[in-house]
């Protein structure tokens, strides 16, 4: 059974900072690209950082270069996103997702809000 669980979401002020971490199980973890997305209310789901199955590539939307980072530890079948220096319009539900060829599995997401 696939499952992917996320968490560390939360409320956090303006240039506050939260660590996301996707926990996954039922699948080789290892040869998965695994990678982020949000959703914010009525926006459509936008990819925010994907990182390869070794880790040794990653790649961010232009919106957080520099302030995010996605890491993965395949021993722990875990992926993370830290992210800092977070601004009101990061507000938004995060998914995480792993890819191997066609096959695409999903998390069921985690809400940070960013708010004074």
């Known amino acids: 059974q696939v499952q992917l669980v996320e968490s560390g979401g939360g409320l956090v002020q303006p240039g506050g900072s939260l660590r996301l971490s996707c926990a996954s199980s039922g699948f080789r973890f290892s040869v998965y690209d695994m990678s982020w997305h949000r959703q914010a209310p009525g926006k459509e789901r936008e990819l925010v950082a994907a990182?390869?199955?070794?880790?040794?590539?990653?790649r961010y939307t232009d919106s957080v270069k520099g302030r995010f980072t996605i890491s993965r530890d395949n021993a722990k079948n875990t992926v993370f996103l830290e992210m800092n220096s977070l601004k009101l319009e990061d507000t938004a539900v995060y998914y995480c997702?792993?890819?191997?060829?066609?096959?695409?599995?999903w998390g069921q997401g985690t809400q940070v809000t960013v708010s004074s």
């Open positions: 997702k792993a890819q191997f060829v066609s096959l695409a599995y």
């Open positions: 990182i390869s199955s070794s880790g040794n590539s990653a």
